[in-house]
């Protein structure tokens, strides 16, 4: 699903980014990548969704050696991803039911099936009845779910989340974050950056570890901790 | 398709200040380029009147038959520079002269024997009224055996081309620096455009969108707001020559076709101005 070889990222003028980094996420798992600001959580995720080209080794997503991938064809890849910021991105004039549709039709979707899904995936997060609303007229964490819908309406494999939940107060991050849980349970893969340990704690999932760029620890080799939570 | 027209309308209606700030700019850009495009084509008019006058007179040698004259006549009216070629008969002249020079009218009436001679009178073709071939038709017709003089005014005809030439490079040069100064003006007004949409087209290519889906409802709305533009600046010309036909010169405005160029080249940059500035955006990001 995602696979990281020997990757290396170097930056211009920021010196090295990631170094050496290998994993293997494997379909629908959950994984936490962690670590302090600066450690290359959002970088690499930048390099799953060729945000950032990779300096040398490679990164396969879904099937696509993304090292290699034509300009031309990044956006096939983003179309079999989610992604959701901590910032949300939504448009600022649009409504949440014309920011998640927005998604399906840069796709060229048929518009006869746009409205049954958008209605469908605002329903999934819960925002059915908020479908009219501008993102100004929702909290931070109805905003976060409009983003999660949008993610999600084209069906991705994998969802990649940067710091979901840095922007929301408490109540709100569990919502989103049982709502990201909810999502993994109906099979499609998450791959979360978050330094909110708390949160890390609470799920029996799988955590990457990334140090000044390198990565330094990852569970899977490790017995599954034993916090489950109940959904 | 439906997607982009409706992309690049909704544009004008969520920045409606922004969109009719750059309609406005692109107009009056225009709008300079328009009122020396007046300029340029009334002197066009003026000069034209001007060479209208070239004239080539080729007098005859007196007795000469007027069968070689027909004849001749046919010959010059077949030059390819030639619009008409007129016989005037020593007799017509004179009627002319004593009509035209009407303080020698004494003169020319007390004359035992008619001291003008015959001439063929030529008018060239617009496109032939220079110095180069009125000179060439001039020889050609001292070529002629009966032809005693060929007369044309050689100074005017060559300050009329000098005039012609000092116009056209003027008309170049500054036509060109106008149409230069449009094009960056109307190039940042869309650039601007571009710029305030940059989040949405992160957004866009977050969300998979591909280059060409999301630069062509910029290429269609620079197109629109270069249209419109380029119409406005055709009003606002038409306003400048109500006024001065009015309060000025009597003035010429542009013909259907000068005014669609100036509408189309409106449109055209604001074509290219889009695919510039959005392709430029798209690279750098």
């Known amino acids: 699903m995602i696979k990281f070889t020997n990757v290396f990222k170097a930056f211009p003028k920021g010196g090295l980014a990631l170094k050496d980094v290998s994993f293997h996420i494997a379909k ?13 959580k959002s970088t690499v995720l930048k390099l799953v969704f060729a945000e950032e080209p990779v300096t040398s080794g490679e990164v396969r997503v879904s099937g696509f050696n993304v090292a290699e991938l034509r300009r031309k064809d990044v956006p096939m890849l983003r179309r079999r991803l989610g992604i959701v910021f901590q910032d949300f991105r939504l448009l600022e004039d649009r409504t949440a039911e014309e920011n998640v549709a ?16 958008v209605m469908r995936v605002l ?14 007229e929702l909290s931070g964490g109805e905003q976060q779910r409009v983003a999660i819908a949008r993610a999600l309406v084209n069906e991705p494999t994998v969802l990649l989340a940067d710091e979901p939940t840095g922007n929301l107060d408490e109540r709100a991050t569990r919502g989103v974050f049982q709502l990201l849980r909810d999502i993994n349970a109906s099979g499609t893969a998450v791959l979360m ?23 330094v620890y990852d569970s899977v080799a490790d017995e599954p901790r034993d916090q489950a939570a109940s959904p | 398709m439906n997607l982009t027209i409706r992309e690049a309308l909704l544009t004008f209606r969520r920045a409606p200040l922004l969109s009719a700030l750059s309609v406005t700019t692109i107009a009056f850009s225009l709008f300079v380029v ?11 008019d003026a000069l034209r009147g001007v060479a209208e006058r070239v004239e080539i007179v080729a007098y005859l040698l007196p007795g000469t038959p007027i069968e070689t004259i027909t004849l001749a006549e046919k010959d010059i009216e077949a030059f390819p520079e030639v619009q008409s070629a007129t016989y005037v008969s020593e007799d017509s002249a004179l009627a002319r002269a004593r009509g035209e020079l009407v303080e020698f009218r004494d003169v020319l009436q007390e004359l035992e024997r008619n001291p003008l001679p015959a001439s063929i009178e030529l008018k060239l073709k617009p496109r032939f009224r220079d110095a180069q071939h009125v000179n060439d038709v001039a020889d050609r017709l001292r070529g002629f055996g009966f032809v005693d003089d060929v007369r044309f005014g ?39 455009a571009v710029l305030q949409r940059s989040r949405e087209i992160a957004i866009m290519r977050l969300v998979g969108a591909t280059d060409g889906f999301i630069r062509r409802p910029f290429l269609l709305q620079g197109a629109i707001k270069g249209m419109l533009g380029g119409l406005v600046a055709m009003a606002l010309s038409y306003g400048a020559y109500v006024l001065i036909n009015r309060w000025l010169i009597q003035a010429a405005f542009f013909s259907r076709e000068q005014g669609i160029a100036i509408v189309g080249f409106g449109t055209l940059i604001g074509l290219f101005g889009s695919a510039a500035s959005v392709g430029r955006h798209l690279r750098r990001v």
Not at chain 1, 102 to 117: K, Y
Not at chain 1, 123 to 136: E, F, I, S
Not at chain 2, 159 to 188: E, H, M, W
């Open chain 1, 28 to 40: 629908g798992e959950f994984v936490f990548l962690t670590g302090h600001s600066g450690a290359g």
């Open chain 1, 102 to 117: 927005f998604a399906l039709e840069v796709t060229g979707a048929r518009r006869s099936t746009i409205a049954a899904r």
């Open chain 1, 123 to 136: 329903t999934q997060v819960g925002l059915a009845a908020k479908a009219q609303a501008y993102p100004r």
């Open chain 1, 193 to 215: 950056a978050t330094h909110d340990l708390d949160l890390v704690r609470q799920a029996p999932y799988r955590v990457i570890e990334l140090q000044e760029g390198a990565l």
């Open chain 2, 34 to 44: 328009g009122l020396f495009g007046l300029v340029a084509v009334n002197l066009q």
């Open chain 2, 154 to 192: 050689r100074d005017w005809v060559e300050k009329l081309d000098r005039l012609r030439q000092v116009a056209a490079a003027v008309g170049l040069v500054v036509g060109a620096a106008f149409a230069v100064v449009a094009i960056i003006i109307i190039g940042t007004t869309i650039r601007m």
